[in-house]
Nanobody, 126 residues
Framework: QVQLVESGGGLVQAGGSLRLSCAAS????????MGWFRQAPGKEREFVAV????????YYADSVKGRCTISRDNAKNTVYLQMNSLKPEDTAVYYC???????????????????WGQGTQVTVSS
C-alpha cells in the first residue's frame, strides 16, 4: 500500500512557475515509477510526465515538453514537477500516481497506475 499526497498548487499568472510536490509513504517508494497527471473540469484525466525509479528515464506529454521537469528525491520519498512558462490551459487538478514497472507503452496510461493522490489545484490566470 502506497499513499501519495500532492502539494504546491496555487494561483499564478500566465508565464509564471510552480513546483509541485508529491510525498509518498512507505519504504518501497524508490521501487515505484512515479507519474503526474492532470484533469481540467469536464475533461478526461491526461498524462503529464513520468519518471523511473532511479530517475534515469523521463517522458513528457507533448503539451508540456520543454516547460516541465519531473524529478524525484528517493531519500525524501518525494517526486516533483517543476512547471515554467505556465499557460491558462495548464489549469487543472494535478495528481501524482505510482506503479511498479517503467513501460513505454503504458507510462502515459492512467489505467496502468496503482496508486493515486487526491490532487492539488493549479490555476493559471491570463
Amino acid at each position: 500500500q502506497v499513499q501519495l499526497v500532492e502539494s504546491g498548487g496555487g494561483l499564478v499568472q500566465a508565464g509564471g512557475s510552480l513546483r509541485l510536490s508529491c510525498a509518498a509513504s512507505g519504504h518501497t517508494f524508490s521501487s515505484y515509477v512515479m507519474g503526474w497527471f492532470r484533469q481540467a473540469p469536464g475533461k478526461e484525466r491526461e498524462f503529464v510526465a513520468v519518471i523511473s525509479w532511479s530517475g534515469g528515464n523521463t517522458y513528457y506529454a507533448d503539451s508540456v515538453k520543454g516547460r516541465c521537469t519531473i524529478s524525484r528525491d528517493n531519500a525524501k520519498n518525494t517526486v516533483y514537477l517543476q512547471m515554467n512558462s505556465l499557460k491558462p490551459e495548464d489549469t487543472a487538478v494535478y495528481y501524482c500516481a505510482a506503479k511498479r514497472a517503467y513501460d513505454g507503452s503504458r507510462n502515459a496510461n492512467s489505467g496502468a497506475y496503482d496508486y493515486w493522490g487526491q490532487g492539488t489545484q493549479v490555476t493559471v490566470s491570463s
